[in-house]
Nanobody, 130 residues
Framework: VQLQASGGGLVQAGASLRLSCEGS????????VAWFRQAPGKEREFVAA????????FYADSVKGRFTISRDNTKPLVILQMDSLKPEDTAIYYC????????????????????????WGQGTQVTVSS
């Protein structure tokens, strides 16, 4: 599976952006997909994740209530809608995926771990000015 992230840009605080993660390959519809971000001088951090069906979503506390992750496996596409952006959201955003068994119930912590994800897209820069 290959992933391609897009949709980043420069916006003012309070604005919205919509990031897209487009997948290719037969197993995208069987994959959990997550967004991570990395700001200059900081470690990569989890942002949001969605399970293979789209029925389960998970968010970092810092973005809960402002960001929404969703997917359309017919396209196939994972969207991260980012509203009420803050300067601290400035980072390079990466989408990542990993195969997910439909017969296994994974813990929330599983989706949050970067080491779980096998394939990564290139980053897209998000810059929020104050």
């Amino acid at each position: 599976v290959q992933l391609q992230a897009s949709g980043g840009g420069l916006v003012q605080a309070g604005a919205s952006l919509r990031l897209s993660c487009e997948g290719s390959g037969n197993t995208f519809g069987s994959s959990a997909v997550a967004w991570f971000r990395q700001a200059p001088g900081k470690e990569r951090e989890f942002v949001a994740a969605v399970n293979w069906s789209g029925e389960r979503t998970f968010y970092a506390d810092s973005v809960k209530g402002r960001f929404t992750i969703s997917r359309d496996n017919t396209k196939p596409l994972v969207i991260l809608q980012m509203d009420s952006l803050k300067p601290e959201d400035t980072a390079i955003y990466y989408c990542a995926g990993t195969f997910e068994s439909q017969r296994t119930h994974y813990s929330e912590n599983w989706y949050r771990r970067g080491s779980v994800y096998d394939y990564w897209g290139q980053g897209t820069q998000v810059t929020v000015s104050s």
